[in-house]
């Protein structure tokens, strides 16, 4: 029932969300729903699913597939949620070339832009409550870590690869 239950939850998220950031808010309010993890672990799941090469949707999936129900619930969760893109991604090819020029598709297309960006606000003020201020309280060294990554990241020019490893032990020293 568990691997069922994963591969539909995880459609539902590939419904619901636009990919990449977007799908943090509706995986954490599954994840949380059922109660396989914590909002912490979520976000640490977010993290390492951001960093990892691949789909965060994806990446997201399988971690917590994996830590729910071992591999065959990885394997349930991946599927759940690349059936909705790869069914509706080959569905809208088709009618994308055969309407394409048509003024109300474009006017659709214009139309989710501001959808996404919404759904990326809302995604980073979770993360950023959950993150600076865990359970009401102030997480000052996560502020610090921030402001020195984003430092060195705008000012300094440090690639986002470099910038990530600096956080991280920044994290095992300030964590």
Do not use: Q
Request: hydrophobic share 55%.
């Amino acid at each position: 029932m568990i691997y069922l239950r994963l591969f539909l939850s995880f459609m539902k998220i590939g419904f619901c969300s636009f990919g990449g950031m977007t799908m943090v808010p509706v995986i954490n309010d599954e994840v949380l729903r059922y109660g396989w993890m914590t909002a912490a672990e979520v976000m640490d799941i977010v993290a390492v699913a951001e960093m990892t090469p691949g789909s965060l949707g994806i990446n997201c999936a399988t971690f917590v597939g994996l830590r729910t129900a071992g591999l065959s619930g990885a394997l349930c969760a991946s599927l759940g949620v690349m059936m909705p893109s790869l069914t509706l991604s080959m569905a809208a090819a088709h009618f994308i070339f055969r309407l394409k020029g048509n003024k109300f598709l474009e006017s659709a297309l214009r139309g989710v832009r501001p959808a996404s960006m919404g759904m990326l606000a809302a995604a980073a003020v979770t993360l950023g409550l959950h993150t600076y201020f865990p359970e009401g309280a102030i997480s000052w060294n996560m502020i610090l870590i921030a402001g020195i990554s984003s430092f060195l990241l705008i000012r300094k020019k440090l690639s986002i690869p470099k910038t990530i490893l600096t956080a991280a032990v920044l994290g095992l020293i300030f964590g």
